[in-house]
C-alpha cells in the first residue's frame, strides 16, 4: 500500500490551499506583478513552481541560473503566497538528450522517443537519474529551507508518457527486478509457465522485457513487466523523494499522481510519498465524466488511506489534449473543484495559472483565459477562493467511512485485461465504476479502497473483477465473511494465482428472469452448497433457468457471485436485493437518493456534509439539518442549485 506519512504542507493562517501550476518563465518580468496582484484578489495562496524548468535553470551542463527563480520565489513569499517547488526533472533539457540520446525511451518495436514533447527519459537510464539527482540536489541545498517553500513536488505525473520504455536499460533492470523476485530461473520458469511455446530459459541474462512478439507474448511476463515498470518509476520517486529529505528536512514531498480511468499502468498503491496528490481531467465526451470524477476523487482518498490530500491539477473549463475539447458550464467549476474536496482534498490547484500564448497547451484553459481577469471564468475563479476560504475549517478532517468498501487492485486491473483472454472487452475500471454510480444512484455511499488489510469496518465489501487472489487475500476475505461481513464479487473473479495460473474459466452472455440484459459475460454455476440461495436466473439461451446471482451463508456473514455485467442500471436492479439484511443503507431522505450525492468529512467533533447535485436542475433540500456553510449556485439553504454543491455543518 501507499507508504504516507501524516505530513501535510503547513498554511501559516489555516487555510486550505487554493492555486495553480505557476509558469513565470513564459511571461515578462511586467506580468509577474499583475500575475500576484490577481492572485490575491482571487485568493490564491499556493503555486506550483519551476514544473518544467529544467533548461533554463542548468543553462548547460552544470551551469546554472537560479536569479530569476529566487526572484520570483521571493516576489511570492513578500505577497503571502507559498510555493510547492518541482524538481523540474520532468523534462529534460535539449543539451542533455543531444550529449546522451541514450537516456530516450524505446517503444516495445525498437522505435526511440525523442525529444520535442515531455517526459522523453528512461526510468531505469543510470545516467538521466545521475543528472536528475545533481538538479535535484541544487534545489534542494538552494531552496530547502526558504520560508516560502511548504512542499516538493517530484517530477511531474509519473510515467504519463514513459510508464512502459522496452530500452536495454530497462531489460537489465528487469532482470534484476524478476532475481530479486523469485530467486532462482527455477522458480521464474513455473511462475510463468515456460513449458509453454518452449520458452524454458536457464539464465536470467536470455530474458528480455515483452518486445513486439510474433503472436502472443507470455502473459506471466507481460503482468511482471507491468509490475517492473510501474516499480521503476516508483524507485525513481524514492530517489528524488531521499535527496530531498537528506537535503532539505522537514518539507513534505509529494509526485502528482493520475488516478482515473486512463492511467492504469502506476501502481502508485505501492509508492511512498509524504502525502498524496493527484491530477484529474474530465473526458467530458463520456457519459458518465461527472460521477468519474467522484470516483476518482474517491479512489484518491481510499489511496492516502483517508488522510487529506492534495489536488495537483484540473482544469477550470476546457483542456486541449482530447479529440473534442468542451467548456465547462456554469457552476461546473465549482462543482468539480468542491466535489474533490469532500473526498478529502485540502489543496485544490489547476494547469495552469495563466494560459500560455504558445506552446501545445495554449488552448487549455486556466484561471487567467487569454481575454484576462475581466471575464466570466476569472470571476468564477475569485468566487471559488472565497468559497475555499469558508471552508476553512474543514482542513485535516477525514473522510467519514462509508457503509460499502469497493475494492481496487492493479494487479487484478492489469492481469484481468491482458490479451489471449476469454473476451477482449473485460474493462476492470468501467466495471469497479458501475458499482460505485449504481451506488449513487441508490443514494448510498462507498469508499474505494486500495488496501483489504481491515475489512472489518465495512458492512459490505464488493470487489469486482476479482481475477487475481493470493493467498493472504484469501484468507482475508473468508475472515471477514466469518466474522459477520457481506462480499459481493463478480463474475472474472478468483480466476488465477499470483502468477497468472488459472483456477477456472467461462464466457457467454444472457438474460436474466428480472429483465436484465446481462451482457458479455455468463458463468454456467452449479449450485452445490446447501445454503446456497439463488438471487437472479438466466431467462434465455442455453444457460436459460441456471442461476446468475448467487449469495451463500458462511459463519456470521454471507458471500454473493454476479456471474455476468450487468451494467448500472442492472445493478441497480439488484443491489436492494443483495444488500438486503446487510444495514448498508441510505442515510439521505427518500426524495435526494439518486440526484444526490452525499459525501461526509469528520474531525471527531464536527461533521461536514457535502451534498454535490448530480443533475442539471435544482433540488429542494427542506429540513436539512446543521448550519449552511457553503452553498454554490443559488444561495439558499432549501435549494440546492443546478451543478451546485451545498456545505452543511453539525456538532457531534
Not at 490577481?38 to 524548468?53: D, H, T, Y
Not at 525511451?105 to 539527482?133: C, D, M
Not at 536470455?206 to 521503476?232: G, K
Amino acid at each position: 500500500m501507499t507508504q504516507i506519512t501524516s505530513s501535510f504542507p503547513h498554511s501559516s493562517r489555516g487555510e486550505l490551499f487554493y492555486g495553480a501550476d505557476y509558469n513565470p518563465e513564459q511571461w515578462s518580468r511586467e506580468t509577474w506583478d499583475e500575475d500576484v496582484k490577481l492572485m490575491k484578489q482571487a485568493g490564491v495562496n499556493v503555486v506550483s513552481l519551476a514544473i518544467f524548468s529544467w533548461a533554463i535553470i542548468e543553462v548547460a551542463d552544470d551551469k546554472w541560473d537560479f536569479a530569476w527563480l529566487d526572484e520570483v520565489i521571493n516576489l511570492l513569499h513578500k505577497n503571502g503566497i507559498a510555493v510547492d517547488l518541482a524538481t523540474a526533472t520532468a523534462s529534460p533539457p535539449p543539451w542533455l538528450t543531444k550529449a546522451h540520446p541514450e537516456v530516450l525511451p524505446v517503444t516495445k518495436n525498437g522505435e526511440t522517443l525523442y525529444p520535442g514533447g515531455r517526459q522523453h527519459w528512461r526510468p531505469t537510464s543510470p545516467i538521466f537519474r545521475r543528472y536528475a539527482l545533481r538538479l535535484v540536489e541544487q534545489l534542494a541545498k538552494r531552496y530547502g529551507s526558504h520560508p516560502a517553500v511548504i512542499a516538493w513536488h517530484v517530477n511531474n505525473e509519473l510515467g504519463c508518457h514513459n510508464n512502459y520504455d522496452f530500452s536495454d536499460d530497462a531489460a537489465e533492470a528487469f532482470r534484476t527486478w524478476l532475481k530479486e523476485r523469485y530467486g532462482t530461473i527455477d522458480k521464474l520458469n513455473f511462475a510463468w509457465g515456460t513449458a509453454f511455446w518452449s520458452q524454458h530459459y536457464v539464465d536470467f541474462a536470455d530474458i528480455l522485457p515483452p518486445r513486439q512478439a510474433a503472436t502472443f507474448p507470455n502473459p506471466t511476463q507481460q503482468l511482471d513487466w507491468a509490475r517492473f515498470s510501474s516499480d521503476a518509476l516508483g524507485a525513481h520517486l524514492d530517489a528524488e523523494l531521499e535527496a530531498l529529505h537528506k537535503h532539505s528536512p522537514g518539507v513534505p514531498v509529494t509526485t502528482n499522481y493520475m488516478l482515473g480511468r486512463g492511467t492504469r499502468g502506476m501502481d502508485v498503491s505501492s509508492w511512498k510519498v509524504d502525502f498524496v496528490s493527484n491530477d484529474h481531467y474530465r473526458v467530458q465526451t463520456e457519459p458518465d465524466e461527472r460521477d468519474e470524477l467522484s470516483f476518482s476523487a474517491n479512489l484518491t482518498s481510499g489511496v492516502a488511506h483517508g488522510a487529506p490530500w492534495w489536488l495537483m491539477e484540473h482544469s477550470t473549463s476546457a483542456v486541449n489534449w482530447q479529440g473534442i475539447n468542451i467548456p465547462k458550464r456554469s457552476g461546473e467549476m465549482a462543482r468539480d473543484s468542491l466535489t474533490h474536496v469532500a473526498h478529502g482534498a485540502d489543496a485544490v490547484c489547476y494547469f495552469q495559472w495563466r494560459q500560455s500564448k504558445a506552446g501545445a497547451e495554449k488552448y487549455h484553459s486556466a484561471m487567467v483565459p487569454h481575454v484576462g481577469p475581466d471575464s466570466q471564468l476569472f470571476r468564477d475563479v475569485v468566487k471559488l477562493g472565497e468559497n475555499m476560504k469558508a471552508l476553512a475549517e474543514i482542513r485535516g478532517s477525514h473522510r467519514v467511512t462509508a457503509p460499502i468498501a469497493i475494492l481496487f487492485d492493479w494487479d487484478c486491473w492489469w492481469a484481468s485485461e491482458l490479451d489471449s483472454h476469454p473476451s477482449s472487452r473485460v474493462n476492470y475500471y468501467r466495471e469497479a465504476l458501475d458499482w460505485f454510480v449504481a451506488l449513487l444512484d441508490l443514494g448510498i455511499r462507498a469508499d474505494a479502497v486500495t488496501s483489504p488489510t481491515d475489512l472489518s469496518k465495512y458492512k459490505v465489501v464488493i470487489a469486482p473483477i476479482l481475477y487475481l487472489v493470493d493467498d493472504p487475500l484469501q484468507q482475508r476475505i473468508h475472515e471477514y465473511v466469518h466474522d459477520g461481513g457481506h462480499f459481493i464479487t463478480t463474475y472474472f473473479s478468483g480466476i488465477v494465482d499470483v502468477n497468472d495460473h488459472a483456477k477456472l474459466g467461462g464466457t457467454l452472455g444472457r438474460s436474466l428472469d428480472d429483465g436484465t440484459e446481462a451482457t458479455m459475460w455468463t458463468d454456467p454455476i452449479d449450485i452445490i452448497g446447501k445454503s446456497v440461495e439463488v438471487i437472479r436466473k438466466y431467462d434465455s439461451g442455453d444457460v436459460k433457468g441456471r442461476p446468475a446471482v448467487t449469495r451463500n451463508s458462511a459463519g456470521k456473514g454471507t458471500a454473493a457471485y454476479v456471474s455476468t455485467r450487468l451494467g448500472v442500471q442492472g445493478l441497480k436492479k439488484l443491489l436492494p436485493d443483495l444488500l438486503k439484511g446487510t444495514k448498508a443503507q441510505s442515510t439521505l431522505p427518500p426524495s435526494l437518493r439518486g440526484p444526490v450525492e452525499q459525501v461526509i468529512r469528520s474531525d471527531g467533533h464536527t461533521e461536514w456534509e457535502f451534498l454535490i447535485n448530480r443533475t442539471d436542475d435544482p433540488i429542494d433540500l427542506k429540513d436539512m439539518e446543521g448550519d449552511l456553510l457553503v452553498s454554490t449556485g443559488v444561495e439558499r439553504k432549501a435549494r440546492l442549485a443546478e451543478r451546485g454543491i451545498a456545505v452543511f455543518r453539525r456538532k457531534l
